[in-house]
């Protein structure tokens, strides 16, 4: 073992006051690249609820809901409640669950590349199915494809972006995976506006576009350069330190690549990392990986950016209206991004959480309190409703749906690392299925109520981070793991040998 100290239990001694080298272009290139894999998350998000309120849609495969959207008899809030409909919109998401299962092994045997490259493929055969699609099974299965596509686009990305990134900037680099699913809802939104008037072959167009950013995260991935983590715990230590040295932009790389090198040993040393993450030393990191993104979905952000023209449609607003009143919101949630871009690495993780939780709990609160009673709006309340709502976007985009990504994709040893992204990913769309899947019976159930039960869990996200999660801004990735011991509640949990 060249030269590492260690800790109690085979840990790697904290040295980030000796890690050297600055962000060179190399990095800033790979990890634009690999965070396309978050746009092609991103546009799926903003493609289904505009292409779910589109006639020529409706009419040729779900011809129920679009006798019941054109009934003026039908109470506003469950014109669109029908569950056939929402398993189109939440099948990906099943499919993405079961396929970062598989993309966990593939991650660690094959390397980060392969998961975004295998993604790719999967969401470009998926996106053309969907585009050409005659029957309801052609339908399923390109959705299906599109969710392998995410599942295991969503294991390697984060991964990546965190293991190339510079440990003072990683998550502002890392929360390019979340610029980009921002941009590609924000574009998404977009081509909706743009195809709602061209009729049967318009939801066809804006289906099958999203091969654009499939084809660009395949070839991307293709080119990539893999981490150096990854390179050192495949048995590749000279090729790892090669690219350490060349993404840090300096040769004096040894107490990181030395980190790397500890870390790797001890990955290797662990034949099941899904059963090592239940271990009593990793209890902290797992309950971060089933509840962070749990919670990002539990705030009901996906619910207004699922079915955005729906709700809108439900409040009053005329289809063209809605769908631009959708490309709104969605350049503020990809605006807001940008904040957290700039900010996450001064302020930290538990300010930019705990600020945007609150926030989304007063604007939740008014949504209902304020507008509760009026199911047909006014010229003017339409207009306050869309800046309402674009506060609850703009507070989550600084918030919860970055770090949401960035944080557990941070905090796991090299060892569980891929199992817990594994987990991370399942979790999200276990909720991200769920909420799609009964989002419009509850709204047909709840009303506006709805909102009072997204501000629920948001209050209850809001007070976990503050008792149970730790500051992990400029902590080395491979030191992540003292956190723990230092942590008040944690340190008397975790099992130190």
């Known amino acids: 073992m060249a030269g590492g100290s260690f800790a109690p239990g085979g840990l790697a001694m904290e040295r980030a006051e000796q890690y050297q080298g600055k962000v060179t272009s190399y990095v800033i290139i790979a990890c634009l690249v690999a965070a396309i894999g978050g746009s092609i998350f991103g546009y799926d998000i903003g493609i289904s609820g505009g292409v779910t309120s589109m006639d020529g849609f409706l009419s040729h495969f779900f011809k129920e809901v679009y006798k019941s959207k054109k009934s003026a008899h039908e109470n506003n809030y469950c014109k669109y409640n029908s569950q056939k409909l929402s398993a189109f919109t939440s099948s990906l998401y099943l499919a993405g669950l079961v396929a970062t299962l598989v993309a966990s092994p593939v991650t660690r045997n094959y390397g980060r590349r392969a998961s975004i490259i295998c993604g790719g493929i999967s969401f470009f055969i998926g996106a053309v199915l969907n585009a050409f699609a005659i029957n309801m099974a052609m339908l399923l299965v390109g959705r299906i494809l599109l969710g392998v596509g995410i599942g295991f686009g969503n294991q390697g990305v984060p991964l990546y972006l965190s293991e190339m990134a510079p440990a003072h900037l990683r998550g502002g680099l890392n929360m390019m995976f979340q610029l980009a699913t921002t941009l590609g809802i924000f574009t998404a939104n977009m081509v909706n506006y743009g195809t709602q008037n061209l009729h049967d072959w318009g939801w066809r167009l804006s289906l099958g576009l999203a091969a654009v950013p499939a084809f660009m995260m395949t070839v991307g991935g293709i080119f990539l350069p893999e981490t150096p983590n990854s390179l050192v715990e495949r048995k590749s230590k000279d090729k790892g330190r090669e690219v350490l040295e060349r993404i840090r932009g300096t040769s004096n790389v040894d107490a990181e690549f030395q980190d790397i090198v500890d870390a790797s040993e001890i990955a290797n040393s662990i034949k099941n990392p899904f059963r090592n993450i239940f271990e009593k030393r990793n209890r902290p990191q797992l309950v971060m990986a089933i509840f962070l993104p749990m919670f990002q979905i539990l705030t009901g952000i996906n619910s207004i950016l699922f079915y955005a023209p729906v709700l809108f449609q439900t409040m009053g607003f005329g289809g063209e209206a ?35 939780g609150i926030m989304m709990v007063i604007v939740a609160i008014i949504l209902r309190m304020k507008f509760g009673d009026n199911q047909e709006l006014s010229k003017g309340y339409s207009i306050l409703v869309v800046i309402v709502i674009c506060l609850f976007v703009l507070a989550f985009g600084w918030s919860w749906g970055p770090l949401g990504w960035t944080i557990p994709s941070e905090i796991f040893p090299l060892e569980t690392r ?80």
């Not at 503020?332 to 945007?356: E, K, Q």
């Not at 509850?442 to 996200?461: D, E, N, R, S, V």
């Not at 723990?484 to 949990?493: A, C, D, L, N, V």
């Open 322 to 356: 809605s769908l631009y009143a959708s490309a709104i919101t969605g350049a503020v949630l990809a605006s807001s991004t940008l904040i957290s871009m700039a900010t996450v690495d001064r302020l930290g993780r538990r300010v930019l959480l705990i600020s945007g």
């Open 418 to 497: 891929s199992a817990g992204q594994s987990i991370t990913v399942a979790v999200n769309l276990l909720f991200t299925f769920i909420i799609a899947q009964s989002f419009l019976s509850l709204l047909c159930a709840l009303k506006f109520g709805i909102f009072l039960f997204f501000a629920a869990w948001i209050t209850l996200m809001t007070i976990f981070v503050v008792v149970f999660l730790p500051e992990t801004k400029g902590v080395p990735i491979e030191e992540m793991t003292f956190l723990w011991r230092k942590h008040w509640f944690w340190k008397k949990r975790v099992q130190v040998s």
